[in-house]
């Protein structure tokens, strides 16, 4: 017999690799539980450039002691329970892997966490998501209010060559889950965001935001790019159909920027980061028509009911199908077009319509 079923403890390690492919992908998973727990709070730790651990703790909801032994468990969810759910969806999680995953390519996962203070308990969850330890406490970081606190020590400790290729390029990675965890900074302004570094018992702020009702997106694009970040950005709304808006920010066509910047366009669906290559390209070439020295600076969310979209392509939903894509694409081109026009009744030269 030539085909046979891999030892069901080495599964998981094996898919795994589909959705914690690196350090970027961990900590995206464990904010995108901190958001889908009702989060306003946020505060992601790294150690060693997320070498040696990473801890993400919230002040979201919590997790109830009847869910302990099901939360690191493979296709175990508290979001949907069965496909049609899909259709209206409204967190950004709902696989039901990340944490599984991470257990799999990671020495320790703790998670403690606190539903009614001050009691609190720490769990410890062994390689294949099964609970191996309980505690309870009373007291600890929770101050009055529920909240949890995932840690993950030594990711691909037992994977050989992403270990090797992850600790030689520490920092490249490092820097690429920040920019990452700018995309929720920028489109979450409501929750206070607080990321540090500690390298050798030094600890470093490396990126902030100060959350609450009052922040906008354009604070937050000054917080990470500097005085000038918002400068030249107007607001955007487009009714696009009955349940299909798109809002953000865009630079005014008379103040965009000299060089392309493309890491400073941002897209989301839902406020879900997405690539949508297409339309990046559509609004790209609407802005260069009404001014072909710059580039724009974009941050703008689709808002689109659920069921017009499949965001199940890819475990990290990075890819999202949306239906009737194509006829969308083309309203938001014309729209656009009708933005840019009715800023100061410029009618650009160039333009087809
Ligand atoms: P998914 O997010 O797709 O449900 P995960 O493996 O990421 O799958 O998480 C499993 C479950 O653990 C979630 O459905 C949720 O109930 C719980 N959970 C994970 N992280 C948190 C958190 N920070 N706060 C509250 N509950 C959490
Ligand atoms: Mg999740």
Known sequence: MAIKSIDQKDVSKITSGQVIIDLKSIVKELVENSIDANSTKIEINF?????????????????????????????????????????KLSTLGFRGEAL??????????????????PKNHEL???????????????????????????????????LPVRLKNFVKNSKREFHKAINFLTQYLLIYPEIKFSVFNVVNSKKSLALSSRGGSKSTILDNMITVFGANGAKGLVELKLLISEDIQ?????????????????????MFINKRPVMLKKLSKIVNDVYKSFNHMQYPIFILNIAIDPSALDVNLTPDKGMIMIHSEQDLFEKIRLDLIGFFESQDNVIPRNLER
């Open 246 to 266: 798109i809002e953000g920010y865009i630079s005014s066509y008379s103040f965009g920027l000299g060089r392309s910047v493309t890491d400073r366009q941002f």
């Open 100 to 117: 599984n995953s991470i257990c799999s390519v990671s020495s320790k996962v703790k998670i403690v966490t606190c539903t009614d203070y």
């Open 124 to 158: 410890d969850y062994d390689k294949a998501g099964k609970l191996s330890k309980s505690v309870s406490k009373i007291g600890g970081g929770f101050s009055k209010q529920t909240g949890t606190s995932v840690s993950i020590e030594k990711i691909f400790f037992d």
């Open 47 to 87: 150690q060693n450039y997320g070498i040696d651990s990473i801890s993400v703790t919230d002040n979201g909801k919590g997790i109830k002691k009847e869910d302990f032994e099901f939360v690191c468990l493979r296709s175990h969810t508290s979001k949907i329970s069965e496909f049609e759910d899909l259709d």
